[in-house]
Structures are given as C-alpha cells and as structure tokens.
C-alpha cells in the first residue's frame, strides 16, 4: 500500500520583548547646525530663483558673425578712385584688424587697463566681482566695477547700458555663453574693433589713424597705452580735448603693463617720457557734398542691406574734381560776376561712363541743391545734334544743301541767333554755326515725335512734348542725361550708362556690391556716330563754329553749344577719346543773363577742367576725326562772297519759306 505523505511540523513562534529605547536628544549646537543648514539651502535655493528671474528675459546671443554688425550707428566711408578717403558722414569705423598681426604690447596695455585675467576666466571674474563688491561697500556708492573685456563686448554690442542687477546677470550669463563660441583672441579682436574711443570713432584702426596718422600695427608702447586709456571714459578723455587727462589714465595703464610684466620698468620709463605726437585732424573738403549726396542716394537704392561701417568706392578723380570745383570758382567769381551769371554745374566722365568729376553749384556750403542732377533746363542748341542725328540715320548726308533763309511754321517764325540768313549751307555747316532755321526744317521733317523718342532713346529721362520748337532744345533736361547722351556720340553709337559708385564694402571687406562688367547696347550706328563727330569737331575747329574756346591741347574735341531765350542757360557739352563732359552756368531764379552764350564761360570753364583731366595721358584718335573736313581760309572767303550775291537777290525777290504750325519759343 501507497502511504500518504505527512505535512512538515509547524514551527514553533517564540515572542521576545525588547526593552524601550531611550529617547534621542538633540543638543543646542545640533540644533543650531541644522538651522544654519536649512538657511542655507533656502538662501541657495532663493539665489537660484533670483538669478533665474533676473536672467529668463535675457536677450538670445547672437551668432559670432552678427555681432560684428550689432548695434552700429550708421555710418558711410566714402574713397576716391585710389582708395583714399573723401569723407566720412557719421561715426568713423577702422578697418578690421586681426590681434594676432598687432605688436604684442597693443593688445597687452588693453589687457593691462581692463581686464588682467582676460585669458584665465571664463567670461566673469569672481575674484573681480568680490574685488568691486568690497571696494564699493566701503565706498557707500559704486567706485569700481568688475566687467571683464567679454561683458563689455556682451554690453555694447548686444544689451543696454542700464546699470540695474537684472542687466549685470544678463550679461555674465551672455558673457560666459560667448567665450564657448569664441576663442580668446578671437573675442579680443571684435573688442578692439568695435569699441568706441570717443569722438566719433570705433576700433583700433579708426583711432590709431585719426590720432596718429598711421595703422595700429605700427603703434609704440606709449601709443598704444594712451589709446588703452580711452575706453574708460572715451568722450572725457578725448586726446584733443583733453590730452592731460588721458595722459593720467596712461600712466595707469603703464603701470599695470609693468606690473604684469608686459613690458620692462625700463620701457615703461621710457613711455612714460615719450613725447606722443597727435596729428591735425583730417580735413574733408565740403565741396564733395554735391557728390556724396548723390553717391548716398544711389548706395541704398543699389545696396538695400546696407552695413552700418559701409566703405564706399567711388569713381571720382581728386585731381579732375580739385580743377573742376577750382574753375568753377575763379570763373563764376570774376567772369560770371561781370555778366550776371551766379551758378554753374559740371559733369565729366570718361569713357566707360564713370562719374569722373561732378558739381552741383558754385558753393555747397550756401547752396547744396545739385544743379547737376535735380535742375531741368532748356538745353537750347546743345539738344541739335540728337535731331542731326536722327536725320543722318533716315538717310541724310552731312553735306545735304539746306537753304538759310526766313521759314515760318504756322505762327512759329523760327530765327537765328544774330538775326541774319546766309542761305545755302551744308547740314554740316548749318550744325558748327548753329543755324535755328536748318534745325527747325530738319526736326519737321524728321517729325516732332521721332526726335522726342530718338533722345529717350540716347539716354534722356525727360518726359519731351513733341512741339515742332523740340529741335531748338526748349524741352527742359538736366546735365546729367544730356552729357550721357553724348556719351553715345563719343563711343562710337554704344549707349551711356553714368555710374558714381564702383564697390561697396564693410569694414571687414565683406563685398555687398560690385560695378558689374556688362557689355554696352549698340543704339546708334557707329559709322552714323562717325559723321556726327566729324560735324561736331566743325563746332569747334571752323572759323565760323561756336565753341571755338573749347580746346584741349593735343586732343581732338568734339561739342556743342546752346543758348537758351533771353540768355537764361548757357551749355557747352563736348568730348574728345578720354572724356565726355558739361557745363552749365546760369541763375537760380531764371533770370537773364548779359548775353552769355555756350560758346563763352561755359566753353571756358569746360576747357579749363579738361585741359587738367587729360595732363599726363598720352592723346588719341575720336572715332570720326578723320572725316572732319577744314576748308581753306580762300574758300570760305569766296563762299560767304557768293552767300553776299544770293542774300541780295533773295531780299529783292520777297523769297520766304512757310510750313505746318509750330510751338513758338525763340532760342539759340
């Protein structure tokens, strides 16, 4: 049989009593232990709410490459054609320069004046911050402060200048954050560059050159230590206004150079006797405002984004713009003076179309208003050669016969300048000796409309009402289209674009714009362009022409004159193979002139500039030169005996021409 299994016995449970435990105490010193603890850690963990609350508004920290762009104060540098500087509107910024190219002892006085642990603390100084807390609890009131070279870098450039708890632990939070972006040297550099050292001027460069004359490469030790005490109060101490007082913060900063073993008690001895020689401030010629308010203009259409230190590169030639504004006022002062002529403007360039030179007045300082680009006149005859122009290029020859003689359109009697007719001519001739009534046949026939389209064409911007008079220049224009126009007759037929600024810049060389190489539009046809020249170089060289003043030894010269009703402008536009150029003299209020024509101040001003501008260039053919035609002195004398003999029978004939009515406006 199969036996049942029997279940384990059941263990037996044996209860033991313990006796009490005696109650812990708790004495006075553990007690007060603990207290202290609990007190701690509220204070620690108030202290972490704190600096939470006064740091959770904290602006984000850029990033490293904004921040040499953050918070800038406009301002434009403005360079000539050889990089040299015309003039500076707003603050002055250096160009960028890197602190390991700089002699060692630059960017040790900063060290040494602001922040001797600059390369051992992490952003903040603690031991400066307890350092400042002592000195100013002793002091009852703030006499030092704790900012290393980061915060002031964090402060200037990314927060504001408020001197409250919550800004301070907005920038040591910032600072500590930036010097994981950046290396030291790296924050040291955007520090010299972008901090101000008063009068108007931020970074090194800016000051080393404005105070000394030279790049801060090549500063010395007492240099260097003056411009190291500038940041501390930088207006207070501007060198200038108050050398003395920034010579004692200098001999601060060589102290501490010294004590930090930067330099030798000897060169410190040595700097501290060193006689530093500041420079007379650089002088900017007000006469370049005409230019640069045209340049400001131009920059933020082309240059949206613009950067706050934008370096401008002009087209302007110094010595070309020095001769124009410098005849312009020798001219108007006496000449002008003695034929009621009070203003005058200038335009030039070469034949690429830079903007070589440009005025807009006599005196920017008494009247800014650009006569060169904002005033529309009456072009008078200067506006012929584009109805010439349209003439040839419906098949006209410059040696077609017109007829000189009384011609009426309608109630428009056109006549010429002297009053007199000399009958049969040549469009070549009609052209040098500015006959009105050759011209105004010639734009009837090529029709009103045509011509005004033909000078859009060529460059002008004028909306030109088409009235038969358009072709004696009563459409009103300013210089700079009419000597773009003629930019096209000087290149041969290819158009004219006028450009002022050739590259745009910051301070660190980052290219925001270009002068693009795009290649010229063919509007006119070169072997047309060819035989205006030709007839335009009869303005000039004939015996008979208008601008016979208008000479450049050496070159050929091509222009025009114009007149307009009742001497109010007076124009001479022209060209040879370098430059195109204008003059315009007049008054501001329109009022008459003493009969001064294109072919006299302004004809003299235009060949006093251009005689300077083509100094040292060695001379060249103009495209059509070579087709020019100078009669012999006897044939012009047989020709005006003939034109004598044709007058006289014309008068006893009564002979007049009429034609379709016409706009009346009597001009050169």
Same mark, same amino acid.
């Given at each position: 049989m199969t036996q049942t299994p029997q279940p384990p016995p059941i263990p037996r449970v044996v209860r033991v009593t313990l006796p009490a435990a005696e109650p812990r105490r708790i004495t006075p010193l553990r007690a007060g232990l603990i207290v202290v603890a609990l007190l701690l850690l509220g204070a620690g963990g108030w202290a972490l709410w704190k600096w939470h609350s006064l740091t959770s508004g904290a602006p984000t920290l850029p990033p490293v490459a904004d921040l040499w762009q953050a918070q800038r104060e406009p301002g434009l540098e403005f360079l000539d054609m050889?990089?040299?500087?015309?003039?500076? =509107?707003?603050?002055?910024?250096?160009?960028?320069? !890197?602190?390991?190219?700089?002699?060692?002892?630059?960017?040790?006085? $900063?060290? @040494?004046?602001?922040?001797?642990?600059?390369?051992?603390?992490?952003?903040?100084?603690?031991?400066?911050?307890?350092?400042?807390?002592?000195?100013?609890?002793?002091?009852?009131?703030?006499?030092?402060?704790?900012?290393?070279?980061?915060?002031?870098?964090?402060?200037?450039?990314?927060?504001?200048?408020?001197?409250?708890?919550?800004?301070?632990?907005?920038?040591?939070?910032?600072? =500590?954050?930036?010097?994981?972006?950046?290396?030291? !040297?790296?924050?040291?550099?955007?520090?010299?560059?972008?901090?101000? $050292?008063? @009068?108007?001027?931020?970074?090194?460069d800016a000051a080393s050159r404005f105070y000394f004359g030279k790049p801060p490469e090549e500063l010395n030790i007492p240099e260097a230590a003056l411009l190291a005490a500038l940041p501390k109060a930088p207006s207070r101490l501007n060198l200038r206004d108050n050398l003395g007082g920034a010579k004692a913060r200098q001999l601060y900063v060589l102290r501490e150079m010294e004590a930090e073993r930067f330099i030798s008690r000897e060169q410190a001895a040595a700097a501290r006797e060193a006689d530093v020689h500041i420079i007379e401030p650089p002088r900017f010629d007000p006469q370049f405002g005409y230019v640069l308010d045209v340049a400001t203009e131009q920059v933020r259409t082309l240059v949206p984004d613009l950067p706050g230190d934008a370096i401008i590169t002009l087209t302007i030639d110094p010595r070309v713009q020095l001769a124009m504004q410098a005849a312009i006022a020798a001219r108007m002062g006496k000449d002008g003076a003695a034929v009621s002529a009070t203003q005058a403007s200038a335009l030039i360039l070469d034949r690429e179309g830079r903007v070589v030179a440009m005025t807009g007045g006599v005196d920017y300082t008494t009247s800014p208003f650009n006569r060169a680009v904002q005033a529309r006149r009456q072009p008078g005859s200067s506006f012929k050669p584009f109805v010439y122009a349209l003439a040839l290029e419906d098949g006209y020859s410059p040696y077609d016969v017109f007829n000189d003689a009384p011609i009426s359109f309608g109630t428009w009697r056109p006549t010429n300048y002297n009053g007199e007719f000399l009958g049969l001519m040549t469009l070549s001739e009609a052209l040098a000796r500015s006959t009105n009534t050759v011209a105004a046949e010639l734009g009837m026939e090529t029709k009103p409309e045509r011509v005004a389209a033909f000078a859009a064409r060529f460059g002008f911007r004028s909306q030109m009402q088409a009235f038969p008079s358009i072709s004696l220049g009563t459409q009103e224009v300013n210089l700079w289209d009419l000597v773009r126009a003629y930019g096209v007759f000087q290149s041969g037929g290819l158009s004219t674009e006028p450009f002022l600024i050739q590259r745009v810049t910051d301070s660190r060389g980052k290219v925001y714009y270009e002068r693009p190489q795009a290649a010229r539009e063919r509007i006119y046809a070169e072997d047309l362009a060819a035989e205006m020249n030709a007839m335009m170089i009869r303005v000039i060289t004939a015996s008979f022409g208008t601008g016979g003043r208008a000479r450049v030894p050496g070159w050929t010269v091509a222009g025009k004159t114009g007149t307009s009703q009742d001497w109010r402008d007076a124009w001479f536009v022209g060209f040879t193979a370098a430059y195109t150029g204008g003059v315009w003299v007049g008054n501001d209020d329109d009022s008459p002139m003493r009969r001064v024509t294109g072919g006299s101040l302004p004809a003299d001003i235009w060949a006093d500039i251009m005689r300077i501008a083509h100094e040292g260039q060695q001379p060249e053919a103009l495209i059509g030169a070579s087709r020019a035609v100078a009669l012999h002195p006897e044939a012009e004398r047989r020709i005006t005996f003939y034109r004598g003999m044709a007058q006289a029978f014309a008068a006893a004939s009564g002979q007049a021409r009429t034609a379709s009515t016409a706009n009346p406006r009597r001009v050169e």
């Open positions: 050889n990089s040299h500087t015309l003039s500076v =509107r707003g603050p002055r910024y250096g160009r960028a320069v !890197d602190v390991t190219r700089l002699p060692k002892h630059v960017p040790q006085a $900063f060290i @040494a004046a602001e922040d001797k642990r600059f390369y051992e603390h992490d952003g903040a100084d603690e031991a400066a911050i307890a350092r400042a807390a002592l000195s100013n609890a002793k002091a009852g009131e703030t006499v030092s402060g704790a900012s290393t070279i980061t915060q002031q870098l964090v402060k200037n450039l990314v927060l504001d200048s408020r001197q409250t708890m919550e800004r301070k632990a907005q920038e040591i939070t910032l600072a =500590r954050q930036l010097e994981k972006e950046m290396s030291k !040297d790296e924050i040291l550099t955007l520090y010299l560059n972008r901090i101000y $050292f008063g @009068a108007g001027l931020y970074g090194i």
